[in-house]
């Protein structure tokens, strides 16, 4: 026979019990949710939320039912809304340096999505966002019936409700007043979902503002109308590389656990190249972004603006900016761009750089395995370029072209192989099966650290043996990191430095930049000098100029 519990008897009183504790308890934990995600802390559950009673109080005005489950919806949606935020914050605050911004960093999610895809295979992927989507929509669900269940039982005890909460209502605005906490910087009257809407109207409106300002100033620029004959005549005859080292930090240099090894492969570097015959000057720029969202960085090298937020790139590279590659076009060289974790066609690299070719990872020949986001080891880069673009009787060329083999996992690492071995690259199909999986990495801090170490000991040992295999006196070097690694490597207080590297053979192109005191060598020391990235566009064209 069936057995169920009828109404007031002391099992269904328990479970009504129960369900009631569970409803305040999952109403005050949503309410709190956006400032423990924040804070890190679960000591941020100690402060009473402002939300919950506002929402308390919204629904005992309402007396139509109807109307009080519509309004419990939508004020779970709020809280599951700064709950998302404040996780996106987060995200943002431990990768890239800052929170997110909501008017900028939409497009930047689908970009974040292709590296999870790189780094746990499209299925896991898949699983994860799935995952997340229905987290969401059951905390949705979970805040509005644990609203509905308060206000129900505050109704059945009004009395007691209305002293209750009038009690509570006054200590939090006390609370308020005073500033109260009863652990430090844990305020006892929290409001995180208001206040997480004011601060993000307050950055759409700053946002706003900055883009305005932006656009007044992209009007303004002195070298867009210099003839070719003014332009890069300090350089002509020579086959002109920006190599943008994925995530080469100055944490990568300097006052880290991982950095002696940098610093070895580096002055070995410099001993190599000397003894080449090359000449390098090195010091530090300033990036305008941190731990990814590389082409930010790209783009205000090349434009000498700064573009430090996804709406400024797309609004720059829908215009009509002189950039390097514009000026060496100009002047009179082929332009290249090589990047070898694209898949597809760039149209900006057409319709905005203006390049004569572009490269990625589908036209280069490569029929190795992949590393993680990288899929092409760098080694591998550099020997195509070398046999496709440089060897040869051929035009001067300029090229950009991204080292990735440094990017984000940081595992499986390749390691190098003889020059003449290369091939189509199928010589390196054993190594990924080397490495960890980057589940396994990433458990601990210090693997990825270490790891990351390793890649940038690998890209640059690449590329000093690149320069020392292949003689070329007309080759010139722009080397220089785009940004720091994720906070995860890069420490809770790492800057925004990044090493740059101008390597010839050619003394002239050297001491045409005499007057900014760079360091000797391929290794800045602390005392280098710093640049805004920027700065770097007009003051190369003007060191390359006319004299």
């Known amino acids: 026979m069936r057995m169920s519990l009828r109404p007031g008897t002391p099992g269904r009183r328990a479970l009504a019990a129960v369900a009631n504790v569970t409803a305040a308890v ?12 924040a804070s890190g802390s679960a000591v941020a559950l100690l402060r009473v939320p402002a939300e919950a009673l506002i929402a308390l109080l919204v629904l005992a005005l309402l007396p139509w039912p109807v109307a009080r489950r519509i309004v419990a919806v939508a004020l779970g949606a709020v809280l599951v809304a700064a709950i998302a935020l404040a996780g996106l914050d987060k995200g943002y605050e431990t990768t890239l340096a800052r ?19 790189d780094s746990a295979g499209t299925l896991g992927a898949l699983a994860l966002l799935v995952l997340l989507v229905l987290a969401l929509l059951g905390m949705l669900a979970a805040a509005a019936w644990a609203v509905l269940r308060v206000d129900g039982l505050l109704r059945r005890h009004r009395p007691s409700a209305l002293i209750g909460g009038s009690t509570v209502t006054a200590a939090w605005v006390i609370a308020a007043l005073l ?14 979902a208001v206040s997480a809407a004011v601060q993000k109207t307050k950055q759409a409106a700053v946002t706003e503002r900055d883009q305005a300002a932006f656009a007044t100033a992209a009007q303004h620029d002195g070298y867009a109308d210099l003839p070719a004959s003014d332009l890069l005549t300090g350089l002509k005859g020579k086959d002109v590389i920006v190599a943008f080292i994925e995530s080469y930090g100055q944490v990568a240099v300097q006052n880290s656990s991982f950095s002696s090894g940098v610093d070895a492969v580096l002055r070995k570097g410099d001993e190599q190249l ?7 000057r090195s010091a530090f720029l300033t990036s305008p972004t941190f731990g990814g969202v590389s082409w930010l960085a790209h783009s205000t090298l090349q434009t000498g603006e700064w573009i430090d937020s996804q709406q400024k790139y797309d609004q720059v590279t829908s215009g009509d900016r002189f950039t390097l590659s514009d000026a060496f076009k100009k002047a009179g060289w ?77 595992t499986p690492l390749p390691h190098a192989v003889p020059w003449s071995s290369i091939g189509d690259g199928s010589i390196y199909d054993p190594q990924p099966a080397e490495g960890q999986p980057a589940s396994v990495v990433w458990q601990n801090p210090k693997n990825v650290q270490r790891l990351y170490g390793e890649s940038v000991q690998y890209t640059m040992s690449t590329l000093f043996s690149f320069l020392t295999t292949f003689d070329d006196p007309d080759l010139v070097l722009v080397v220089l990191g785009d940004h720091q690694p994720a906070r995860i490597v890069s420490g809770q207080d790492a800057n925004h430095d990044v090493p740059i590297s101008i390597i010839s053979k050619d003394p002239a192109v050297i001491s045409r930049i005499d007057s900014w005191k760079w360091q000797p060598g391929v290794f800045p020391s602390p005392s280098a000098p710093v640049w805004r990235m920027d700065a770097f566009r007009d003051r190369f064209l003007t060191a390359y100029g006319p004299q």
């Open 99 to 117: 929170p997110f911004n909501v008017i900028t960093d939409w497009a930047q999610l689908q970009d974040a999505y292709g590296v999870l895809v």
């Open 274 to 280: 000397a003894k080449a015959g090359y000449s390098e």
């Open 334 to 410: 082929r332009t290249v761009s090589d990047v070898p974790s694209d898949s597809t066609p760039w149209d900006v690299g057409t319709s905005f750089y203006h390049y004569d070719t572009l490269l990625n990872s589908q036209n280069v020949g490569y029929h190795g395995p992949r590393f993680g986001y990288a899929r092409i080891p760098d080694q591998y880069t550099w020997n195509y370029f070398q046999q496709h673009e440089l060897s040869g009787k051929h035009k001067p060329l300029m090229a950009e072209i991204d080292f990735v083999s440094s990017h984000t996992p940081w």
């Open 179 to 192: 500033g109260a906490q009863l652990v430090p910087g844990e305020p006892v009257a929290a409001s995180d």
């Open 26 to 37: 999952v109403l005050v934990v949503a309410s709190l949710a956006p400032g423990v995600i």
